[in-house]
């Protein structure tokens, strides 16, 4: 089965596809324990009903609305936790009154105009994976219509001279390379939403996958676009650089569906790797690896994966594999005799190209690693990590099974702070339970270094709650902490997740008031009745409990 | 002498500094009076002086204004082909009414409250060096302020471990340079305006230095910025990357002084190279040289240097200097053997870093040009164009002085496209004054390439006319001819000089109707009065004779 035409169905009401699971290991669920105590309260995962909700009336469109309620129910909310949640536990109380699947640009336009006349909202879905509310209906809404964009996929042209694929927004990780490899391109980009997320989203949020190091994010990759919104489209065509005026393709990418819906999208692609070499290595602490990954940066070496976990995550990733072994002793020792003890970090470091260059790139990072205290371990590591590096979110599902909720959020600063901001985030998000006598374990790893600075990614864990509104309770408190404390540090809301609806209260002290107004003005000129996924980047009410 | 502080005063009238020149070899001479014909008609270029127009009444700013008719005049203009010719020849109509120079945002912010409130225009300045009318005050509109930036100049802060230089925006390159290398690093940004301009024209105008290739342009310089308009700053700080909504300093690079004013700017810098090495190769026709170009990008060798000149523009700059010695005919005859005719094609390709690293990537980039059927010529050329690098623009001075006029614009397209956009603009300005029986000489190089397409830079000759108003409609046709040909084209309006007021008719038809909108949107949340520099980019009046 080619990946082009995966005929696995997707899960309603959790990640990815049914039959699929990853569940924890014995280790990570003692950890749990031991951080934050046994889980009491399981989350059912029972078959998944529709809510009784009826349609609401909407306007000739040109096209066949479906008004399935189990199709309704699907393109009700994202892949955050709370939306998980709600859908496994009955809890959702507001859905699409329909959901439309344009085949070309003609239609998102007859579709657009016709919502805008008749004061019908529109939310533009590509693969439904935010986990930032971002493409959440919202309750008390007036009509909603979801826009479901996988009808226009597929790679339309390629420009082998000049790399370029010109691809459908709605086209998805895998059908995307299977399409390209067939003459012999790749786009580079995997975030671990890949399987499902699609070009469309990825542009519309400033995705950045797990080998932006060599490859980029993708507002490097993107080389025109075409944006159709209820009046107009704006077309803005391939081009390797300009000087003519500001960059509005930047002010698409990022928009969240609140400037047009993304129709068409010119990217930058390269002929594909032969492989994808991944090397692991341990260093001695935080700081040295964070300086390791910071001298790899800068190298120059032709490198696509660099991934930094804190002490927290490595004993939890990597250790617990060591720790069950029966030389666990043995090793350990013989870490301690190399510098390497109960602080280490993992780093792992690929490179993609012919063999040869991959094996030169990484004997050269090895040799830059060691000079910060490094051991190395092969590539044993990292190719667990490829094997698993698209499966990590369906261990949400387990755990929920069990009663453990998981969540994750990411931020980028300065090299100068990176080790300050992590520290104050995991302080302040470890104790944001505390007046309810819970605990919050963290985890933290940088993925997506540059030459100024880095991304932090960081995973939770809390208990879940008797009640499931009290566990989104939980959560919300947990993620206001963190985003109080992402503005507090100065370092950003968001390095690849997005703004959606549960960061847009933080957005104006990120920006400004003024950068708000900007972007409000601009969704204003494309969308002035606002019907284009209203409650997304401007809107900044509270719905993290919604 | 340092660098730093270069007490060479400015000429007035013309590029550059006083007792500085680049006067045309005898052989540029030959060709352009094989190609145009004799120049028949110097452009004098005696003393200049200002037209004595009385400064109209300014409201109160807290700066002491500069009225001095000779500053004024200084301030009038940038240094495009008309400019330059109606300083030269008396023909300046409009002044700044007062040039005001701030030396902290809180100035500017004061500034520009006082002149919304009182409708004053304000035109920022930061060298002047502006070649499509980007600075030029109107005649016939009301009061206008020259905002010259000179005073909030130098380096702010060094962030070394991030690599990150916040910097005032009235730094021109030399003290840029200068104080970023008492520390070991540099920002690697070197327009051939590198000595004249400055870190916030590069910033407003989206910037590309020769260097490109290896540092990228001034957008991926730029980690954060501030920008004070009329009644709001916007703060955008330095970070790696983010996914918090549109780029909003995208907005910014490119807005060209119609948004606000740049007061500061967060730069990626680098450690300084021991050395910058210039290869140089001919190639047997442009289309192979193309080629070779396009495979060095791609082969990812660490080059910071490509430049590719056409065969016109080979024969001028290098085959020149070949057919002068008296060794031409053997050369000839050698590279005629080695496949290398009258097609051949100059190729310089530069590699900065450490000596031993610059020759290993020199010899691989040899390689690659090699399987294109190049022959090399070693350091010699590079070692010229390095030494004159940003002495070509003093050459205008010296060929009006004869009657020859000169400028150049630039775009960018795909690679697939790249021949083909080439000829077509060169074909449409060759014949744009064949109405009036003047024929018009052109050269065209790619210096700024990228994965997916490149720069095209042409430089064209005309002969001046009797009347310098003539001289300047002569040239105004050939830019109207064409700016028309790169829209059809469907190539970029600018890729580094900006769109500014004689590229402004055409900016719709780049970015469409939407596109010019929004920004139009943004300025006005910025700018609601419309005071600043008002007649640049938005404005479609075609001013290229006024």
New interface residues.
Partial sequence: MSPAHDHRRRRLGGWGFEGEAFPPSPQLLAWLEDRIGPARHPVSSGPIAAPGLEGRALPETGLEPSADPLDRLAHARGQGLVDVLRLRTGRVTALPDAVLRPTAADDVAAVLGACASAGVRVIPWGGGTSVTGGVNVVAGDGPVVSLDLERMAGVLDL?E????ATVGPGTAGPRLEAELATRGFTLGHFPQSWELATVGGWVA????GQESLGYG?I?DMV?GLELV?PR?????????????????R???????GRLGVITEVTL?V??RPDELGVDAALLPDLDRGLEAA?QLT?S?L?LSVLRLSDTAETQVAMAVGLASSRFAGLARRWLRLRGIGPDACLLLMGSAGHPDDVAQALAAARSIVRSHGAVTLGRGPGEHWKRDRFRHPYLRESLLDLGYATDTFET??????AAEVRRRIVTAISSALEAIDERVAVLCHVS?P??????LYFTFFLRCADDPDATVERWARVKRTANHALVEC??????????GQW?APG?PL??????R???A??A???DPDGILNPHV?LDPTDRLEA
């Fill in positions: 420009d001279v000049s790399g370029l949020t400033r995705s950045s994010r507002e080389a919104a107009d489209r704006l077309w803005l065509p391939a081009q390797p650089a300009s000087a003519a005026g500001p960059d509005l930047q002010l698409v990418m990022g928009s969240e930058r390269r002929r910071r800068l120059g032709p980028a600063t300065t090299w100068r702070r997506h540059y030459r100024d600075g880095t991304s100065g370092a950003t809301l968001s390095h690849h997740h997005g703004i960061h957005y990120e920006v400004g008031a003024v950068g107004d900007l972007v003005a601009a204003h000129r494309m980047l």
